[in-house]
């Protein structure tokens, strides 16, 4: 099993703890089970860890392939006579959190069947579905109208496979007919993956083209248009990684509006969880691994370009690196642009999390459809003595001729706390732009080759400071995608 496939779940697991109070099971109630800790799995499922070659493990990397999501681990574990499956984030003895799919085989193959898979299929997309819908972390477990929600992306899920209509229901062929105080009667959820299945099939027919009426235009056909115009989601869902060496030239605007320029080489190679840098300027290799915990942020490691040990730590503040350990200071902006393309492949999966507003605006001199993106908050320091809290919003500008992202524009705001007792004076905001352009064809993909980012601070009567900010190219090339 390609490892890409691996690295699909965990990143829908990994951004969200569950604990009891969250539990989403497929067609039960709440309290029927759930596990505290990863011994309490290994005890009621007799250690029946599942490797990749398995048929739940397969069915499972296929859903997400066809999501377009992308991880690292997760574990799969047999679980006789539960009679379901659920995906959970739990501790093992060291306290950390492990990533589990526990589900009973004999129940899954009962609801499959003798020829087909879908309805076991059907069961583990919906129970994904709760991750990509932020239920859990909503949090008082299941409710009806979450579940309804959960079958809605079930059944676009299922007809983006193929799945026919009453493929993408077989799942409920045993489903109560009244329901339950946590999930609906069987008519209800059937006719919720009807509407789910029933959505893909006439967006898939429509094809959005720079004469489409504003009001038919929709996020999911922006990010089709989009995708195919990379490459198309089969070849798109393939990648695993992508290697580049890039050209960079940047321009800092010092406090006394002096500037300094720097221009410099450096090696990367981006996987969806990390990207690894090689510096032959400062004779070292940074490898920076984005953090479970915090969505968004990331930890840095170090070493020699001759050495086998790793250290935790940034490079440097100074030439050649844009990289700082400051307390924040846009944690956005600590990752390569070309990230960009991971984060469109995770948005195709949930296209209803990102707003349209039915409008083309001018960005780069080029008629763009703008998409927002959902707000992003992160959470540092402690509570009971300081913190800090950023939040983030981001525009992607898609060209209306060529369909191809041409642009972001990220605002970071930062209000900084002694306690719950806000320092208004420290409070900053960032605003960043971004231009992707000069695509070229790699392998069989279309990537930007160039890409210009600009960082400038909002002083507080909202005006863009020319102390501080800093400009920079990347040029690519010797592209590599695998």
């Known amino acids: 099993m390609n490892k890409y496939y691996t690295f ?17 099971g497929f067609d039960s109630d709440a309290e029927a089970f759930g596990f505290q800790t ?42 006789p006579n539960i009679k379901n499956a659920r995906a959970q984030l739990v501790p093992n003895d060291a306290g950390v959190k492990e990533h589990f799919i526990v589900y009973d085989k004999e129940w899954l193959n009962q609801l499959s069947g003798n020829t087909t898979n879908w309805a076991a299929i059907g069961v583990l997309a919906h129970e994904i579905a709760h991750f990509q819908l932020d239920h859990e972390v909503r949090g008082g477990g299941s409710r009806p109208d979450w579940e309804l929600e959960a079958d809605k992306f079930l059944g676009f899920q299922l007809a ?11 799942c409920f062929a045993k489903a109560s007919i009244k329901g339950t105080r946590t999930h609906p009667p069987k008519a209800e959820r059937l006719e919720a993956v009807e509407i789910g299945w029933s959505r893909f099939r006439l967006e898939s027919a429509n094809q959005l083209t720079e004469d489409t009426r504003l009001r038919d ?46 221009t410099y080489m450096q090696q990367m190679d981006l996987t969806p969880s990390e990207y690894t840098i090689i510096d032959g300027d400062q004779d070292e290799k940074f490898r920076v691994v984005t953090t479970s915990g915090i969505s968004g ?60 507003n039915y409008l083309r605006v001018p960005f780069n ?89 600009v960082i400038q601070e909002r002083n507080n009567r909202g005006v863009l400071q020319e102390e501080g900010k800093m400009e920079q190219t990347r040029t690519l090339t010797n592209v590599s995608i695998r």
């Open 8 to 24: 699909c779940l965990f990143l829908v697991l990994s951004q969200f703890s569950i604990g009891q109070e969250g539990y989403f």
């Open 38 to 79: 990863v011994e309490q799995i290994k005890e009621t499922c007799l250690s029946n860890n599942v490797d990749e070659s398995s048929r739940s493990f397969q069915i499972v990397s296929r859903i997400l392939k066809q999501m377009g999501l992308y991880d690292l681990q997760f574990k799969m574990s047999e679980c």
């Open 160 to 170: 983006k496979m193929g799945a026919s209509l009453s493929q993408a229901q077989s």
């Open 217 to 262: 235009v929709t996020p999911q056909l922006i990010l089709d248009r989009y995708s195919k115009e990379l490459g198309g989601y089969k070849v798109l869902n393939t990648v695993s990684g992508i290697a580049y060496d890039v050209q960079i030239e940047e321009k800092h605007t010092l406090s006394n509006y002096k500037t300094s320029s720097y």
């Open 297 to 356: 942020d990331s930890l840095f490691y170090k070493r020699p370009i001759n050495s086998n040990s790793w250290s935790l730590g940034a490079p440097p503040n100074g030439t050649g690196n844009i990289l700082t350990v400051e307390d924040h200071q846009f944690i956005a902006s600590r990752q390569p642009r070309l990230m960009a393309f991971f984060e469109h492949l995770k948005l195709t999966s949930k296209p209803d999390r990102a707003q349209f």
């Open 365 to 453: 001199q080029q008629e763009c459809y703008v998409l927002e993106l959902p707000e992003v908050i992160i959470e540092k320091g402690s509570k009971d003595k300081s913190w800090f809290r950023a939040t983030i919003t981001t525009k992607n500008y898609y060209s209306t001729i060529t369909g191809l992202l041409v642009g972001m524009i990220e605002e970071e705001k930062i209000h900084y706390f002694k306690k719950e007792k806000p320092i208004i004076k420290k409070d900053k905001e960032f605003v960043r732009e971004t231009v992707f352009s000069e695509y070229q064809q790699f392998n069989q993909q279309l990537l930007p080759s160039k890409i210009n980012t």
